[in-house]
């Protein structure tokens, strides 16, 4: 089985850009998580949706954030405009609740704001 | 609020050596699933091992196993025979049975391997 899937694998974007990560979770799972990695903050859980609707965001950031999940098979976070600080690795994850809901990460996504 | 916590930033060990990564919690529910992960240089999270609270018994995966003590919320990862493709950062994880399936991530600890 193919595993959670991103696009792109990196993006170097300008500052005020709008930018878009992608993600395919695997078939049949029905959670999806985006998270965000940095140094300084670690881990961070962002979103997370069940049965494609939005279940938390307490943890976007701000405005500047948004995320969504029009079918099962894929989702989007959109950053709009990009700041320099929101430079980090942002991952996706799925999981399937019944399996005692092991979350499997996709490869990541590296952004640089400049 | 559940928290975890691993007090740990930086672990080494020699190659073919045994090393225990530590791991706490703190929870007041009593059902519950814990995870180990593994993030190498490529950054890619792996799932190392997991462990489901109602069991007694603790999870082995060939040369990981976990010491799972639910009394004193204690979860350490024992990585025996150590390899040089070992080295990473080490997040432990813990997951609620109910309602949200949010995870709680600890803030890691990177393990070293030395030849």
């Known amino acids: 089985d193919a595993g959670v899937i991103q696009s792109p694998r990196h993006e170097v974007t300008e500052m005020g850009q709008e930018v878009t990560l992608r993600c395919k979770p695997i078939s049949g799972h029905n959670s999806l998580f985006w998270y965000r990695q940095t140094m300084m903050r670690g881990l961070e859980l962002l979103i997370y949706f069940n049965n494609n609707v939005p279940i938390d965001d307490s943890g976007m950031p701000e405005d500047r954030f948004s995320a969504k999940m029009p079918n099962a098979s894929f989702s989007t976070l959109k950053i709009q405009p990009s700041e320099p600080r929101d430079s980090a690795v942002y991952f996706c994850a799925s999981s399937r609740a019944a399996a005692a809901g092991t979350q499997y990460f996709g490869p990541g996504t590296r952004l640089t704001v400049l | 609020a559940q928290t975890v916590t691993q007090s740990q930033p930086e672990m080494s060990v020699q190659e073919a050596e045994t090393v225990t990564l530590s791991c706490t919690y703190d929870t007041s529910e009593s059902d519950y699933y814990l995870f180990w992960y593994k993030q190498p240089p490529s950054r890619q999270m792996i799932l190392v091992i997991r462990q489901e609270a109602y069991k007694q018994q603790n999870a082995t995966e060939n040369r990981f196993s976990v010491n799972f003590q639910k009394a004193a919320k204690s979860f350490s990862l024992k990585i025996s025979d150590s390899q040089l493709g070992d080295a990473a950062m080490y997040f432990c994880?813990?997951?609620?049975?109910?309602?949200?399936?949010?995870?709680?991530f600890g803030t890691g600890t990177r393990l070293k391997v030395l030849a």
């Open positions: 994880a813990y997951r609620s049975e109910v309602g949200t399936y949010k995870y709680i």
